[in-house]
């Protein structure tokens, strides 16, 4: 029996020394999943314009159109010409950026990509199924992370709090000590 629990904690000892590996592999994975998105968006961006355009284009070029000339009368400020295609390219950027930086373990990349996902699922509307609930699924597992990571930071704290406090303790019972 003492054979078998001294192979158990030898294992666990192997894996919490190898997890931040473990960690590091999966974030790349899962930054990989990101990349590849954007870098599929990018080539769907310059084919016919992308998913953005054909959804929101028209409704933007006509409001920029006659919403100008509305604005431009009563106001008599003028509405800046606005591309669609540059909001587009923006996002793509933004998610590939954010991916790389994903890698490295912060929290704010997985931010930037949860917003960025959640534009790209919601604004155009999703005509493929398929796509919409492989968007559903990265947002969720970008909130799982968001989770994971903000509950490990709250343990972290919490343990550095405690290891100050029984410094402090310690610190104050040596000195009892010393005074009687």
């Known amino acids: 029996m003492k054979m078998e629990m001294s192979n158990v904690k030898s294992m666990c000892t192997v894996l919490t020394r190898s997890m931040p590996a ?23 961006h310059f084919g016919d314009g992308g998913p953005l355009e054909k959804t ?25 010409v606005f591309d669609v295609r540059l909001l587009e390219f923006s996002l793509i950027s933004a998610k590939a950026t954010a991916a790389l930086w994903f890698i490295f ?7 930037f990509l949860l917003v960025t996902q959640m534009l790209s699922t919601v604004v155009p509307f999703p005509t493929n199924l398929n796509d919409f609930t492989q968007n559903l699924t990265l ?18 704290k919490s343990e550095k709090n405690k290891d100050k406090e029984t410094e402090e303790d310690d610190e104050a019972s040596t000195s009892k000590a010393k005074v009687n």
Not at 67 to 74: D, R
Not at 105 to 111: E, H
């Open 56 to 80: 929101v284009g028209p409704a933007v070029n006509a409001m920029t159109k006659y919403g100008s000339k509305v604005l431009t009368f009563y106001s008599g400020m003028q509405v800046v």
């Open 105 to 111: 373990g912060q929290s704010i990349p997985a931010y």
């Open 139 to 156: 947002i969720g597992a970008l909130l799982y992370y968001i989770g994971l990571k903000h509950s490990i930071d709250n343990l972290d």
């Open 22 to 44: 473990i960690a590091f592999f999966g974030r790349m994975a899962f930054a990989f999943v990101f990349l590849i998105s954007a870098i599929q968006e990018y080539a769907d």
